[in-house]
Structures are given as structure tokens and as C-alpha cells.
């Protein structure tokens, strides 16, 4: 079964760090293009970042642009998002999610999500 | 940047059936994607490419998409149905969601 855990979650203060990371299982991660998405509880989706499979290709949401840094490591089967500069507006939750084989950008698994709460 | 417009909310009788739309400019242009997602759990990919259903979706959910609206159709609507529903289209280099749609079946 295909799987996705995100994880690294919590809650730092404004102007703070954190790395998200995505375990995933059940299917050969190199081969797939990667998203994260964002969810303000009680709120819609928001996209986040992009990642090709072999990392040749990114995109970013205006909103993150210059502060969150996508990335894979395909030994070890993981998505990453390392955020810096954070703001209250940052916080969501995040979830990590697969695009379809050959598809346009449209995501067939999700994980769980990890909250982050950007607060002091 | 691009836009995709969804009504918050829409209501169907249980069995009958449901219509949400979603818009935004020349969207026919793009392929939609729609996901289900129901409270406090993750989103569900319920139709992709416009039309098409993954494995595992219901029959009873179909799409379309022409001109500016792309419209998600539920036959037969059942209780657990009741979700909110996210249209999904890639535009501009970003991946854009709609506000989503709270669909009440009462």
C-alpha cells in the first residue's frame, strides 16, 4: 500500500526554522513528482511547492518563495521542506502529497499531515 | 496570478443528484482535478484530467470541464457523500485550489 508520513510538525516562534520530512512507502518514490500542500484548519487547500522526480524541476507559491526550500532524498525514500523565516500565516497544517503517474499536477495520495503553528 | 471561483456551499436531497462547479478563466484550456475531503481527514482525488475516476471512486462521481466552468457531478447522492469538495487546476507555473464546496445532503 502506497504511504506517506509526514512528520517534524510543532510549533516555533515567528522568525523560526523547521524541517517538514515525508516517509514514504509503497511505490518507487524516484520515479514521482512531489508536492506539499497547506491547510489552515477550518480553511481551504493551499499548494505549496513542487519537486520533479530527480529534483530537476521546482516551483513555488508566491507565498513561501524565498523562504521554504523543497527537496528529495531518494535513497531514503523522503520529501523534505525546510522553512525559515516563518509568520503566523505559516501556520497549517502540511501535508505531503503524490502526483499521478503521468499526470498534470494532480495529487492521488496524501499523508496524514503534520500541524505547524507559527506563534510566540 | 490565476483564480478558481467554487460557491461555498451547496445542498442535495439524499439520492438525488449534485452539481458543483468551479470557474476561472479559459479553464476548459486546463485539465481539473477535484478531491473529496472529509472533516479531519485528508483530501480524497475523486476525478482527474477533467473526467476521469481513480480506482476505488464511485461510479456515481463524474466531471466535465468547458469554457470557464468545470462541474462535478454526483448521481445518486448518498450521506456519505457530505464533504467538501476542492477543484484543482495547474495555471502559471502554480498549482491553484478553489475555495471549496461544503456539500450538505439532507
Known amino acids: 500500500d502506497v504511504q506517506l508520513v509526514e512528520s517534524g510538525g510543532g510549533l516555533v516562534q515567528p522568525g523560526g526554522s523547521l524541517r517538514l520530512s515525508c516517509a514514504v512507502s509503497?511505490?518507487?518514490?524516484?520515479?514521482?513528482?512531489m508536492n506539499w500542500v497547506r491547510q489552515v484548519p477550518g480553511k481551504g487547500l493551499e499548494w505549496v511547492s513542487y519537486?520533479?522526480?530527480?529534483?530537476?524541476?521546482?516551483h513555488y507559491a508566491d507565498s513561501v518563495k524565498g523562504r521554504f526550500t523543497i527537496s528529495r532524498d531518494d535513497a531514503k525514500n523522503s520529501l523534505y521542506l525546510q522553512m525559515k523565516s516563518l509568520r503566523a500565516e505559516d501556520t497549517a497544517v502540511y501535508y505531503c502529497?503524490?502526483?499521478?503517474?503521468?499526470?498534470?499536477?494532480?495529487?492521488?495520495?496524501w499523508g496524514q499531515g503534520t500541524l505547524v503553528t507559527v506563534s510566540s | 496570478s490565476y483564480e478558481l471561483t467554487q460557491a461555498p456551499s451547496a445542498s442535495v436531497s439524499p439520492g438525488q443528484t449534485a452539481f458543483i462547479s468551479c470557474s476561472g478563466d479559459?479553464?476548459?484550456?486546463?485539465?481539473v482535478a477535484w478531491y473529496q475531503q472529509q472533516p479531519g481527514q485528508s483530501p480524497v482525488l475523486v476525478i482527474y484530467?477533467?473526467?476521469k475516476r481513480p480506482s476505488g471512486i464511485p461510479e456515481r462521481f463524474s466531471g466535465s470541464n468547458s469554457g470557464n466552468t468545470a462541474t462535478l457531478t454526483i448521481s445518486g447522492t448518498q450521506a456519505m457523500d457530505e464533504a467538501d469538495y476542492y477543484c484543482?487546476?495547474?495555471?502559471?507555473?502554480?498549482?491553484?485550489f478553489g475555495g471549496g464546496t461544503k456539500l450538505n445532503v439532507l
Open positions: 479559459k479553464l476548459g484550456d486546463k485539465y
Open positions: 519537486i520533479s522526480s530527480i529534483g530537476r524541476t521546482i
Open positions: 484530467q477533467d473526467n
Open positions: 502529497a503524490r502526483d499521478l503517474p503521468g499526470g498534470d499536477y494532480e495529487f492521488d495520495h
Open positions: 509503497g511505490f518507487t518514490f524516484s520515479n514521482y513528482e
Open positions: 484543482q487546476a495547474w495555471g502559471s507555473s502554480t498549482v491553484v
